[in-house]
């Protein structure tokens, strides 16, 4: 029986997600030695990595369960037993064999949460701390990665990524409560574009870019900046099938 589970993590107590050698502290190594110890002997499926640091609110993965696994309601519980207080399983339901965390999604939303406020070593590995925000320049800036572009100046230089196009479909700035709020929608991401773009914003804020010089490395005419922003803050958010 194949089912998806979506769930939510701390990125701040792993070394990302991705399954490796078994003695580094990753969620997929935590979540394949959890459903092992519930004799679920299945490969793992994610809807996409998270690196180092960074969370998720809504991550998703699919895998097949043995038939005496008949009760989901249990099934979670004891899951969420196990994972607790770094993971936690928000939801699973059976779906189609034709399903697949990654190649069924069509769209990704993260989001990068930020603060003006004074530093608390409470929240620091959760948000970014800056002395001070340009909210009319980065809402106007934002907007200039909508639509599909050539991100070949927005990724790691090692990235694995042979094809850079994307597509963003809505980027939005906002302030919620004390926080203020980075989201992006697409179709996907290069290694580290995220972060890039943010960094890249927080120069505009800051003016020591421009947004010409946003729209001529969108444009893949001229490295300004290479710059990231620590990872604490970024959050996958939701995916879309």
């Known amino acids: 029986m194949l089912i998806k589970v979506t769930l939510s993590y701390d990125g701040s107590q792993f070394n990302g997600y991705q399954m490796q050698n078994s003695g580094v502290r990753t969620v997929a190594n935590k979540l394949d030695k959890i459903l092992k110890s519930l004799k679920i002997d299945s490969k793992i499926h ?7 640091g960074v969370h998720a609110t809504d991550q998703v993965i699919h895998f097949e369960i043995p038939e005496f696994w008949n009760d989901l309601k249990k099934l979670k519980y004891m899951l969420n037993q196990k994972s607790l207080p770094t993971i936690y399983i928000k939801e699973i339901k059976v779906v189609d ?8 999604a069509k769209r990704r939303v993260y989001r990068y949460l930020i603060s ?18 340009d909210k009319r320049s980065i ?28 597509i963003i479909y809505k980027a939005r700035f906002y302030k ?21 773009m943010v960094h890249f914003l927080l120069e505009i804020s800051d003016k020591r870019l421009t947004v010409a010089q946003l729209k001529e490395q969108l ?10 922003v620590i990872p604490n803050g970024l959050y996958l958010s939701r995916i879309k099938y």
């Open 139 to 166: 809402t106007e800036a934002i907007k200039c990665f909508e639509g599909e572009h050539d991100f070949e100046y927005f990724k790691k230089s090692k990235g694995s990524d042979k094809q850079s196009v994307r």
């Open 97 to 104: 064999e034709s399903f697949h965390a990654r190649y069924s």
């Open 116 to 133: 003006t406020k004074t530093p608390s070593v409470f929240l620091t590995p959760y948000m970014l701390f800056v002395p001070s925000i």
């Open 176 to 196: 919620h409560k004390d926080f203020y709020v980075f989201s992006f929608e697409a179709n996907g991401y290069l290694r580290s574009q995220i972060r890039m």
């Open 219 to 228: 444009d893949v005419k001229k490295r300004y900046a290479t710059g990231v």
């Open 46 to 52: 994610a809807s996409g990595r998270t690196d180092t």
